[in-house]
């Protein structure tokens, strides 16, 4: 009897998971396994958002697996020493595991693949977070696409992958091994503040049937605005691998295909868009595995931060006057998700008016985001703050107070997460201690602690010195 082991990691599914499907059709017996890594565990990019997030959806597999007659056997401990451990004691011929690109990752994968040739047993991965790797989407001349606009091009001319229909059938191998529990470490009560419907597999594709059926059409008009619900919200479930993104893409197309608006056909190209960035930037994040250290443009390390600490914790705490940048801090911090729009308009305000390094901003998402992801995290900071590859020149500056009035015009957001401004009144919310200087005063709610005007020709005065353009 062929016995493979699938090593589950960021593929928290049954369906259209790529390596699983290869190895029952491979296998005679497939076990399905989950190793407890302590070592991801205390990683700092490991927040406890996302870890409650994680552990959630690894129950709901744990149920879904036994419901098609498997089990998910839990080991703890390092993935190197436990697996080739199992290996032996089943006398399994293989490992199966979808790819990561995270270099940690890469590294660890490497480690196992030596492992496994060196005791007699294969290791095999599979593509599975993306849609098409950097490989697959290159110039004529074999390079890489740093530029989003001709890799999205070129990605587009692509076939789009199959589903894999495959799931583990009835085996019985697994129920006889010893599995270890979740940790009790407090991510159960975490997941409590988390505002999702639901985890795991059945809950990602009840949320992408809602998207379809709720917001698809008005995705192009809506999804900048953090006070409709115009977006997904399916980025957890795509960390966490409770859904492909090809599962995404060919539900997004399917009901493309049935649209007779050619705003809603546009609305579902715009949303399509965003997978592709996603590929974007988890190629550049293989292919360039230093941006998480540095900057992606190497002359950007020039560039002084001045930034003082003071700025740095009113930020992080949601307490630096500007409504709009407060309201997403303090969101982000109570549920572990902040919308995308807000996403660029607290990184620049990081970055370009308080002056303070891409790179804690990019820390402190990681210790709160519950769809915390390296590559997608990277990309989006160092767009920001115009270090990265195809990024905002550093001459873009977001005025926190305009993209207020733009994507919050009620200021319906502002007042859900800034409660002292609730009975400011009108436009003023955006700028109360201007505007509204009665109401401010009696709220509470702080000053600005810089004037955006001064600091941004600050921020080009900085990036200018750094790039030896004066």
């Known amino acids: 009897m062929k016995v493979i082991i699938h090593w589950f990691r960021r593929d928290l599914r049954l369906r259209d998971n790529p390596a699983l499907a290869a190895a029952t059709r491979d296998a005679d017996e497939v076990v399905p396994v989950f190793v407890i890594d302590p070592a991801i565990l205390a ?9 409650a997030f994680f552990f959630k959806c690894v129950e709901s597999l744990a149920a879904e697996l036994e419901g098609v007659g498997s089990r998910l056997v839990l080991l703890h401990g390092d993935p190197l020493v436990e697996i080739p451990r199992l290996v032996k004691q089943i006398g399994a011929a293989a490992v199966y595991h979808g790819r990561d690109y995270e270099p940690f990752a890469k590294e660890r994968d ?7 040739q060196r005791e007699g047993f294969v290791v095999r991965s599979f593509k599975d977070v993306v849609v098409f790797e950097s490989r697959e989407v290159r110039k004529e001349d074999g390079g890489i696409y740093t530029v989003f606009t001709p890799y999205s091009r070129r990605w587009k001319k692509n076939a789009l992958p199959e589903l894999e229909k495959n799931t583990p ?13 979740l940790p009790d470490s407090g991510w ?29 059409a008005g995705y192009a008009d809506n999804r900048n605005f953090p006070g409709v619900e115009g977006t997904s919200r399916l980025s957890p479930h795509l960390r966490a691998g409770t859904i492909s993104p090809r599962q995404i893409i060919h539900a997004v197309e399917g009901w493309k295909a049935k649209q007779q608006s050619k705003a809603a056909q546009h609305s579902a190209d715009v949303f399509i868009s965003e997978i592709i960035w996603r590929d974007f930037y988890q190629g550049i994040l293989d ?11 190497p002359e950007y390390e020039a560039v002084q931060w001045p930034g003082c600490e003071e700025h740095f914790v009113a930020w992080c705490e949601g307490r630096t006057g500007y409504p709009i940048v407060d309201a997403a801090m303090r969101q982000l911090v109570a549920t572990g998700w902040m919308h995308n729009r807000l996403r660029m308009i607290v990184a620049m305000f990081l970055t370009k008016d308080l002056h303070i390094h891409w790179q804690r901003g990019e820390e402190f998402f990681m210790r709160h985001l519950a769809d915390g992801d390296c590559a997608a995290n990277n990309g989006g900071w160092q767009w920001s703050a115009s270090t990265g590859t195809d990024a905002a020149p550093y001459f873009r500056i977001f005025a926190p107070l305009s993209q207020s009035e733009k994507f919050d015009p009620e200021g319906e957001f502002i007042r859900k997460w800034v409660p002292e401004l609730a009975n400011v009144r009108g436009a003023a919310v955006h700028a109360p201690s201007e505007r509204a200087p009665l109401e401010w005063g009696k709220s509470g709610y702080p000053a600005p602690i810089v004037d955006h005007a001064k600091e941004r020709l600050v921020a080009m005065e900085l990036y200018k010195v750094g790039l030896g353009r004066v």
């Open 43 to 51: 990683r700092p990019d490991c927040g406890p958002n996302l870890t």
């Open 188 to 216: 159960q009560k975490d997941s409590e503040k988390l505002q999702w419907a639901g985890f795991g597999e059945a809950a990602a594709r009840a949320l992408l049937e809602r998207f379809l059926e709720k917001a698809a």
């Open 169 to 181: 059938g009835k085996g019985g191998l697994a129920a006889t091994l010893q599995s270890e529990k």
């Open 110 to 116: 490497a480690a196992m693949a030596a492992i496994g």
């Open 287 to 297: 292919e360039f595995p230093h941006v998480t250290q540095r900057s992606f443009r």
